[in-house]
């Protein structure tokens, strides 16, 4: 009995000690467990990817990122966005990181120009949809710059365009431009979908969608009316918003940010070479074309008076000091630069000759030396795709290249270089301040020596070399100060300096802004005219449009008109005299001549009151 009680004993304890263990594991589970639900939260705030791992998309996660976004344009989810979403963040993963890279750089001035207008910020992602953050793009249509503006809407709102200068692919004057658009087509329309549409296909085309759409203001129900270049115009914009804001939480970060680029204007008159003003300011070529990207043949034409050249802003103390001299040099630089000079071989490669034969025509000649039909007809000055046997046409092995499709590259790699450069110098700078305040420190302490005591300090030295310079100014100077001798100075160079305008011409005439934003486009009359539009036709979400005075009027001089409908047997003469016409007058209103004939059931104008 006692062998019994003693094991049964044992064996509670066994189990006793078994569920003390027991519980004790389960509380460090639960540790682990709040733990790795801590690490969950902390992934999903802020996610940490491998370095090629492309997430996959929801749509309800997209939906809820796209409300969260605090804009003033609607930013309402479709399946077309989902299909621009996918397109970059998926697809084209290489072009939205260039996009994000070059984005630090536009982003600015974007901002800047909205803010001067108080239009919404979510405006600057719009020259992504147009020309994908390229300055020199052209479409099919013969559209432009950053914000694709045609030629004719361009010259309404003051982007000068001829043969050296096209403004449309000025970033600073376009983006003003397209501000000023934007807001007379959100004015006319009282929608910003609206108004991004017409930027698209025009204000007359969206009118028509809305009218054909019972009226109704909204982009979502005259959806089906609309182009169908521009049913996907909007879906990008908002696609293209909800990328640039999301586009760390999908695995894409910008590797090298382009710096912004501060810049400031100099009125130059007649010819001024960029490419030898860029080397009398040492910045890089590619720099000097971004910001005067608006000049097609890189240089300042001769009919030019007082136009503004840009550069960048830490250059300015050196363009001020030594400003005749740059603009003399950039001057006397050769014109061939500017690309029409005769004689030149402008194609490139080795020059052959073809003999036509019977039967062959362009397209034959073209695809036979892998050239296009209009690369021949430029070459030959021909007028027409018509060529005759034995004649003699001139063929280049190479057809030429467009220079502007550079331009990018050229300019992210400059200015890439422009602040590596500066990085530089200033380590330079800190190097040698720290070099002499080492220098003045081991001077102080160096015992011995007889010019400075042993404990003197360095405001004491500094008193000395002040003394000391003021002494050996007054024995060489030959009884001038040096504000003498810099008054002297100034004068020689105004003297040498071109015939330019000085730099009070702004606070005397113009008295624009100093700066990035100097010599903007001013107020045209096409703006005076939009606006004058823009009060008559105000219109809000949900509110009927009112229909054009144009059809008013017909309908009212309709209504005063009187008409007599033909009845077999009559002729002009009895329609005539019944309303106290004459037989010419009744032609005149019915736009009739002597061959027409009268028909049973024909309704003629009898009065015009």
Known sequence: MCLRKKTTRFLLSLCFTGLLVFNASAKTDTTKVTKEAEKVKVVDTVPHFPPNYVPQLHVDVIKDRLVCLNTSIKLTYSKEIMRWVKFY????????????????????IFEEALKRH???VELKYLPIVESALRPRAVSW????????????????YGLKQDWYIDERYDIYKATDAACRYLKFLYNYHGDWQLALAAYNCGPGRVDWAVKKAGGKNNFWKIYRYLPRETRGYVPAFIGVTYVMNYADKHNIYAKRPVPPIPSDTIMVSNFVNIQQFAKQIDVPLGVMQILNAHLKKNAIP????????????YKREMVERFRGRIVSSSRGYSRRGLGYTAGRNQYGGSKRYHRVRRGESLALIALRYGTTVAYLRVWNRLRSNM????QKLVIYSKPPRRRSSKLGQNFIAAVHEMTAKESKKKKAVVKKKTVKTTVAKTAVNKPGSA???????????????????????AVNTDHSTTKQIEKKVA????????????TTFYANKIKFKQGEYQQLVA????????????KERKTSIGKTLPRRTAKSKKRKMLQNIRFHRVVRGDTLWTIARRNGLTIYQLKKLNNLNNRSVLVPGQKLKVSSR
């Open 89 to 108: 963040l998926i697809k084209n993963r290489v072009t939205t990181q260039k996009l994000l890279e070059k984005s630090t750089f536009y982003f600015p």
């Open 141 to 156: 249509a013969a559209a432009a710059g950053l914000w694709q503006f045609i030629p004719s809407t361009g010259r309404e």
């Open 302 to 313: 001769n009919y030019k008076r007082n136009y503004p050249l840009r550069y960048p802003a």
């Open 523 to 534: 107020q045209t009359p096409k703006d005076v005219r939009n606006a004058a539009r823009a």
């Open 387 to 390: 060529v005759y046997p034995n």
């Open 491 to 502: 004068k020689k160079a105004v003297k040498t300096a071109p015939l330019t305008a000085a």
């Open 118 to 120: 108080n239009m919404p």
């Open 451 to 473: 010019k400075t005591p042993v404990f003197a300090t360095t405001a004491d030295i500094e008193k000395t070399t002040k003394v000391k310079r003021s002494k050996s100014v």
